[in-house]
């Protein structure tokens, strides 16, 4: 068995970090469905404005609002503004064929993409 990308939301823009909030990741409900993500699934987030990488779960955003919001303590190292990947992972025996949204800089849904290595992003 071995670890492989489920789905992906590509170059997402953190919309508010609230370290007063108990903990996750708030992500629009609209986005979670376009990129299979269910609520307290576990999830690594990549923020490609500083490099740092954490591990969190997801809470449901209001669908159509575009949030990407960091909280508790993933809003120290994720700040509002940051691009950001979301990605969640599958054990299994093949690959699975992954889920890779790509929005725009209002977290709006523009195209899936098929993603090759060494190809570049959007």
């Given at each position: 068995m071995r670890f492989?990308?489920?789905?992906?939301?590509?170059?997402?823009?953190?919309?508010?970090?609230n370290a007063d909030y108990v903990g996750s990741l708030t992500i629009d409900a609209d986005l979670m469905e376009k990129a299979d993500i269910v609520e307290h699934e576990k999830v690594l987030v990549v923020d490609n404005t500083?490099?740092?990488?954490?591990?969190?779960?997801?809470?449901?955003?209001?669908r159509g609002?575009?949030?990407?919001?960091?909280?508790g303590a993933a809003s120290h190292l994720i700040k509002k503004g940051h691009r950001v990947i979301i990605m969640t992972f599958e054990v299994a025996r093949k690959a699975p064929r992954s889920r890779i949204v790509l929005v725009d800089r209002r977290n709006r849904f523009v195209k899936f993409l098929n993603e090759k290595p060494g190809s570049p992003a959007g």
């Open positions: 492989f990308l489920r789905s992906k939301i590509h170059n997402a823009t953190v919309t508010d970090a500083n490099g740092a990488r954490l591990e969190t779960y997801v809470i449901r955003g209001e609002s575009g949030d990407i919001c960091a909280n």
